[in-house]
Nanobody, 119 residues
Framework: QVQLVESGGGLVQPGGSLRLSCAAS????????MGWYRQAPGKQRELVAL???????NYADPVKGRFTISRDNAKKTVFLQMNSLKPEDTAVYYC?????????????WGQGTQVTVSS
């Protein structure tokens, strides 16, 4: 069983920055593709960024150049540095861990952390 615990959300003014963290338990972290997703009120959950076990990254177009995803495998933690925040970045941000081991898919979600960008 894997547990993911997000932290670092809050209220920030437009143009500001926040750093989200997601701490994972369990033994599959090093093998997992870790992702950040977000869901705004009335909208579907969408991908924000992914990072593979070796550090390769992928970003959604709306956040390219502003957000940076990183991971610390020793601490089983993934981060999302968010700069130049906009009101449209307001959402609940969720951490995801996805791994395929010996033909079995493992997929876990955190409880989410609220990010509000407003003046």
């Amino acid at each position: 069983q894997v547990q993911l615990v997000e932290s670092g959300g809050g209220l920030v003014q437009p143009g500001g920055s926040l750093r989200l963290s997601c701490a994972a338990s369990g033994s599959i972290f090093a093998f997992s593709v870790m992702g950040w997703y977000r869901q705004a009120p009335g909208k579907q959950r969408e991908l924000v960024a992914l990072i593979g076990p070796s550090g390769s990254t992928n970003y959604a177009d709306p956040v390219k150049g502003r957000f940076t995803i990183s991971r610390d495998n020793a601490k089983k933690t993934v981060f999302l540095q968010m700069n130049s925040l906009k009101p449209e970045d307001t959402a609940v941000y969720y951490c995801n861990a996805n791994a395929v081991l010996f033909g079995r898919t493992y997929d876990y979600w955190g409880q989410g952390t609220q990010v509000t960008v407003s003046s």
